[in-house]
């Protein structure tokens, strides 16, 4: 049998409503329980993509926030198919933003090879780059930058000064 879930969040309800996802949404929640979903899974799985598609509508609007919450839906697969590509390039645009999140997330894609090819000096510069916001990382910063040669550090560093030259005064996370 196949059964609607919208029926138990009412916030989604609104949700269809408020993003005119009547049609579409209402394709995509069916969920089949001759396979064997329960409800919860079903009402969470609704929620993923019902919260994917506002986060992508915003992200699409030029929305930092919304762009790394974008890279994340696609980076773990909630919401949407797992994209490790796509979640680089919303990653990217809410790093170039400033969310030092994003920053972080796009030194570890570049780091472990994850929707891009490996690249050592791609991964020490946004790690240096989510420093500069939040000290934390300061362990993750030294080992993502470990692999480089002085060389390619003294160039890093080159950079890293000259985007916080030109980067945005304030940051999200400081609005």
């Known amino acids: 049998a196949i059964g609607l879930c919208i029926a138990a969040f009412p916030f989604l309800q609104s949700a269809i409503f408020m993003y005119n996802y009547s049609q579409p949404l209402q394709q995509l929640v069916r969920c089949d329980t001759a396979e064997g979903l329960k409800d919860a899974e079903c009402q969470l799985r609704l929620a993923h993509e019902v919260t994917f598609k506002s986060y992508l509508r915003a992200a699409e609007q030029g929305d930092a926030f919304s762009q790394r919450k974008a890279g994340l839906a696609y980076e773990t697969g909630q919401g949407t198919q797992h994209d490790d590509a796509q979640a680089l390039k919303w990653y990217l645009k809410a790093a170039n933003q400033?969310?030092?999140?994003?920053?972080?997330?796009?030194?570890?894609?570049?780091?472990?090879?994850?929707?891009?090819?490996?690249?050592?000096?791609?991964?020490?510069?946004?790690?240096?780059?989510?420093?500069?916001?939040?000290?934390?990382?300061?362990?993750?910063?030294?080992?993502?930058?470990?692999?480089?040669?002085?060389?390619?550090?003294?160039?890093?560093?080159?950079?890293?000064?000259?985007?916080?030259?030109?980067?945005?005064?304030?940051?999200?996370?400081?609005?």
């Not at 993750?140 to 916080?164: F, H």
Request: with cysteine; aromatic share 10%; proline share 5%.
């Open 98 to 175: 400033g969310d030092f999140y994003a920053q972080f997330s796009v030194s570890k894609m570049y780091r472990d090879g994850r929707g891009v090819e490996k690249n050592h000096t791609e991964a020490c510069f946004w790690m240096k780059i989510a420093v500069q916001h939040d000290k934390n990382y300061l362990s993750a910063d030294e080992a993502s930058c470990q692999p480089l040669s002085p060389e390619k550090l003294i160039d890093v560093n080159a950079r890293v000064k000259a985007w916080s030259e030109s980067s945005l005064p304030s940051h999200p996370q400081d609005r």
